[in-house]
């Protein structure tokens, strides 16, 4: 089966084409064939953040050249698809909706099947896209621009949560306080690439929750505490933003490790997935892997590139829940969108 997928819950476009080897040629990982991804982030910059109807307006625009390519990439023809796969949420609305618009009427227009991805699965999954990829069962820390939940994976759509954010997510955290450090949008990777000049025990920054004896996860008030320490040095702070920014994404890191071994003490489990943008940052690997080291336990991460939103994940997604049987896509073209979406709510 090849399978299009394509994102558009939020500011990246994202398309691809993975095969599924037909049940009867056994039980084989699909395969990711080609992929193209436009981001919108230097369009929202301005602003300081996504604008929502201009999102919308652009993965209009880039959403069928970008699908083109990657055909054109993998060898194929539009007729050749035999499953269009779209995220149908969590997600802006608007955003939403041109992807799943699109891949509906493509299906319609091919007499093709589709189906509608969770995102969330999407990164959640999309460590199977590496060349390592897991094994299930395991526990995943999914940490991006909008979650940060620790969850109990048995299976494909086997998805128990185990902890999340009661407020702010791990990626908000790096944004919002890169953003009033003056390092831009999205800052997470600015402001760790700073840190790196940084010393991280130069500021006393909190850890929420850390000793909650729970898996559940605050950033709300670590955001705040960055804020006075910022005012408090007040002229000082240009000389000394690389020591704020390295003791910013110590803290954030610290409670994320340190309530991941929790998960995994609680499960017994000996496999950890990281997924989700937040993913990609060094110190949480280099520590995440020196701690894991110790225990034993298996660590997974998706490539650097596609631990934020792409469209591989989502095609791939569609294909391991064909693969499991949990989904049959469908030539019923009528389609909605959703939102808010919890992932636990899957099977
Ligand atoms: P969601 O998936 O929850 O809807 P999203 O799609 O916006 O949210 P992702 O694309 O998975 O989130 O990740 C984007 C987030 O990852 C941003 O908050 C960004 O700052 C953060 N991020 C990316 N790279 C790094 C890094 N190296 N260090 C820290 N944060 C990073
Ligand atoms: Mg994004
Ligand atoms: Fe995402």
């Known amino acids: 089966l090849l399978i299009l997928g394509i994102e558009s819950s939020c500011d990246e476009t994202g398309v691809a084409l993975v095969r599924l080897e037909e049940p009867s040629e056994g039980g084989a990982v699909p395969a990711l064939l080609s ?22 307006r652009d993965h209009i625009r880039r959403v069928l050249p970008l699908t083109e390519a990657v055909l054109a990439e ?48 999407g990164h959640l999954l999309s460590p199977f896209l590496s060349e390592d990829p897991p094994e299930f069962p395991f526990v995943a820390l999914l940490v991006s621009g909008g979650h940060t939940q620790l969850m109990r994976v048995d299976g494909v759509g086997s998805y128990a949560i185990l902890g999340e954010t009661i407020d702010d997510a791990a990626g908000e955290a790096f944004d919002k306080s890169a953003k009033l450090m003056g390092l831009g949008y999205p ?15 130069a500021f006393k920054l909190p850890r929420p929750l850390l000793h909650s004896g729970d898996l559940d996860f605050s950033f709300a008030g670590l955001k705040t505490a960055v804020l006075t320490q910022a005012k408090k040095l007040g002229d000082e702070l240009p000389a000394r933003k690389a ?15 340190k309530k991941t071994l929790a998960a995994l003490k609680q499960t017994g489990m000996k496999r950890v997935v990281v997924a989700g943008g937040v993913g990609a940052n060094r110190l949480l690997r280099a520590q995440l892997n020196a701690a894991c080291a110790r225990m034993k336990v298996r660590v997974h991460y998706p490539e650097l590139h596609l631990c934020t939103d792409n469209g ?17 896509p ?13 992932l636990d709510s899957l099977a």
């Open 35 to 56: 992929h193209a991804l436009h981001s919108q982030i230097e369009m929202h910059q301005a602003y300081g953040g996504v604008v929502p109807e201009l999102a919308s």
């Open 74 to 121: 993998a060898g194929e023809q539009l007729s050749d698809i035999d499953v269009v796969a779209f995220t149908r949420g969590p997600g802006l609305a608007g955003a939403l909706l041109v992807g799943a618009g699109v891949a509906c009427a493509l299906g319609a227009a091919l007499g093709k099947p589709v189906l509608g991805v969770h995102h969330l699965e």
């Open 187 to 201: 800052g997470g990777p600015a402001l760790s690439k700073l840190a790196q000049q940084g010393d991280p025990e």
């Open 243 to 257: 020591d704020l920014a390295a003791s910013t994404e110590a803290a954030i890191v610290d409670v994320l490790v």
């Open 312 to 328: 591989a994940m989502i095609a791939m997604a569609a294909a391991m829940r064909i693969q499991s049987g949990r989904e049959q």
């Open 330 to 342: 469908r030539t019923e073209y009528a389609f909605d969108v959703k939102p808010r979406w919890p």
